[in-house]
C-alpha cells in the first residue's frame, strides 16, 4: 500500500458526460500528479501540483483540468468525455515534487466511456 | 527532446532464468533520474529504484540488479533466477532537472510484459 488513495476505483459513463475523479496523497507529501495510461499512448504525464498550485503541465486536453486544495488532495474533471477517453489515471504524490523524489502511485482509476 | 525507449515489448521466461530488460533514454539535462517501476496484474504501479545522472554505480537488491551506463544512456534491470511472482509489466522512467528541478513528472517508456512460466 502506497499510502496514496483514489476515488472511484472504476467509472462507466457515456460520451459527452463529465467525471470527476479523486486523489488523497501520502501524509505529508505535498506534491500531486495526474497521468493517464491508455493501451495506445502508454503512461503519459497530464499534470503537476505543489501545495495547491499548478507546477507543471504534461498533455493535458483542454476539457480536462484539475486541482489541489488546502487539505493536499487533487481532484481531476474530465469533461466532454469521448471514447478516447477511457483509460486508466493515476494519481502519484510525493514530497516536494522536485525530479528527485520517489512518486508513490495510488491504485488508478479505471474509465470507462461507452 | 527527452524520450525513453523499451524495446523489448514481450519477454517469456521459464522460471529460474536470468532475465534483461532493457531501457534506453535520450535527454538534453547533464542532471536527470532514472527510476524503475513494477505494474503487477492487479494494476498499481511499485516503484523499485531510483538512480541519479551522476552515480553510475550499480545496485543490488536480492535478486534485482540494475546497469547504468551513461556512455550507452541505457538503464538496464536484471532479475536473477526469475519468479512467477516476478510476472508483471515493468516500466522505466525519466525525470530531468529542468525547470530547477522543480518539476518532477516522470517520462517512462512503453513498458516492457515479462511473463515467468512454471
Known amino acids: 500500500d502506497s499510502g496514496v488513495t483514489q476515488t472511484p476505483k472504476h467509472l462507466i459513463t457515456a460520451t459527452g458526460q463529465r467525471v470527476t475523479l479523486r486523489c488523497s496523497p501520502r501524509s505529508g507529501d505535498l506534491s500531486v500528479y495526474w497521468y493517464q495510461q491508455s493501451l495506445d499512448q502508454g503512461l503519459q504525464f497530464l499534470i503537476q501540483?505543489?501545495?495547491?498550485?499548478?507546477?507543471a503541465k504534461g498533455n493535458i486536453l483542454e476539457r480536462f483540468s484539475a486541482q489541489q486544495f488546502p487539505d493536499l488532495h487533487s481532484e481531476l474533471n474530465l469533461s466532454s468525455l469521448e471514447l478516447g477517453d477511457s483509460a486508466l489515471y493515476f494519481c502519484a504524490s510525493s514530497p516536494w515534487g522536485g525530479s528527485d523524489n520517489e512518486q508513490f502511485f495510488g491504485p488508478g482509476t479505471r474509465l470507462t466511456v461507452l | 527532446a527527452q524520450k525513453v525507449t523499451q524495446a523489448q515489448t514481450e519477454i517469456s521466461v521459464v522460471e529460474k532464468e536470468d532475465v534483461t530488460l532493457d531501457c534506453v533514454y535520450e535527454t538534453r539535462d547533464t542532471t536527470y533520474y532514472l527510476f524503475w517501476y513494477k505494474q503487477p496484474p492487479s494494476g498499481e504501479l511499485v516503484f523499485l529504484i531510483r538512480r541519479n545522472s551522476f552515480d553510475e554505480q550499480n545496485e543490488i537488491s536480492g535478486r534485482y540488479s540494475w546497469n547504468f551506463q551513461k556512455s550507452t544512456s541505457s538503464f538496464n534491470f536484471t532479475i536473477t533466477a526469475s519468479q512467477v511472482v516476478d510476472s508483471a509489466v515493468y516500466f522505466c522512467a525519466l525525470s530531468e532537472e529542468a525547470g530547477g528541478g522543480s518539476q518532477g513528472n516522470l517520462i517512462f517508456g512503453k513498458g516492457t510484459k515479462l511473463s515467468v512460466k512454471p
Open positions: 501540483y505543489y501545495n495547491g498550485e499548478e507546477r
